[in-house]
T-cell receptor, first 114, second 112 residues
Framework: QKEVEQDPGPLSVPEGAIVSLNCTYSNSAFQYFMWYRQYSRKGPELLMYTYSSGNKEDGRFTAQVDKSSKYISLFIRDSQPSDSATYLCAMKRGSGGSNYKLTFGKGTLLTVNP | DTEVTQTPKHLVMGMTNKKSLKCEQHMGHRAMYWYKQKAKKPPELMFVYSYEKLSINESVPSRFSPECPNSSLLNLHLHALQPEDSALYLC???????????FGSGTRLTVV
């Protein structure tokens, strides 16, 4: 079983739809969770960073963490064509030492159609 | 300044060449990283520098040699690469502690 599972898609939605992206993980040592957006041929851009279970909102984006189920989600409201990109979940165990390492999901390719 | 700047953006090199990738950040971050990303795959960690000291080497072949001259700069020296080393090389940085990582736009490397 991989440490982090993410459905690679592709996912295609109409403009204005609510998008739900998800990752599951098996290592209960993961404490910090991130969502990155990566446009084609560009570096990943940090969208959300969360620690505790619960919800965190930033504009049209909401990150949700359920540590008891080992499940994280990213919701995008009122999706726009400019949201078309690959979305990567990432997580790490803590700070310092070997905990610097981010473990990524495979990424989900999202297309928002006008 | 909230950016990680990588140069060059594109690089084509022969298998006998020596080249270097450069990364710069002025956010005061004390941890810096090199990642390698193949097409349609997530980034893979290569090296971590913490306070200018090599903290993690993910068993990377010696043809890749990292260097951290100061707290703002990170280099990756390349020598005798193979065609399978062609990839997007990403630099990232973070504050010490529990924070997200800021990535650069990457150097797209082609080995011929």
């Amino acid at each position: 079983q991989k440490e982090v599972e993410q459905d690679p898609g592709p996912l295609s939605v109409p403009e204005g739809a609510i998008v739900s992206l998800n990752c599951t993980y098996s290592n209960s040592a993961f404490q910090y969770f991130m969502w990155y957006r990566q446009y084609s041929r560009k570096g990943p851009e940090l969208l959300m960073y969360t620690y505790s279970s619960g919800n965190k909102e930033d504009g049209r984006f909401t990150a949700q963490v359920d540590k008891s189920s080992k499940y994280i989600s990213l919701f995008i409201r009122d999706s726009q064509p400019s949201d078309s990109a690959t979305y990567l979940c990432a997580m790490k165990r803590g700070s310092g030492g070997s905990n610097y390492k981010l473990t990524f999901g495979k990424g989900t390719l999202l297309t928002v159609n006008p | 300044d909230t950016e990680v700047t990588q140069t060059p953006k594109h690089l084509v090199m022969g298998m006998t060449n020596k080249k270097s990738l450069k990364c710069e950040q002025h956010m005061g971050h004390r941890a810096m990283y090199w990642y390698k990303q193949k097409a349609k795959k997530p980034p893979e960690l290569m090296f971590v520098y913490s306070y200018e000291k090599l903290s993690i080497n993910e068993s990377v072949p010696s043809r890749f040699s990292p260097e951290c001259p100061n707290s703002s700069l990170l280099n990756l020296h390349l020598h005798a690469l193979q065609p399978e080393d062609s990839a997007l090389y990403l630099c990232a940085s973070s504050q010490e502690g529990d924070y997200g990582y800021t990535f650069g736009s990457g150097t797209r490397l082609t080995v011929v």
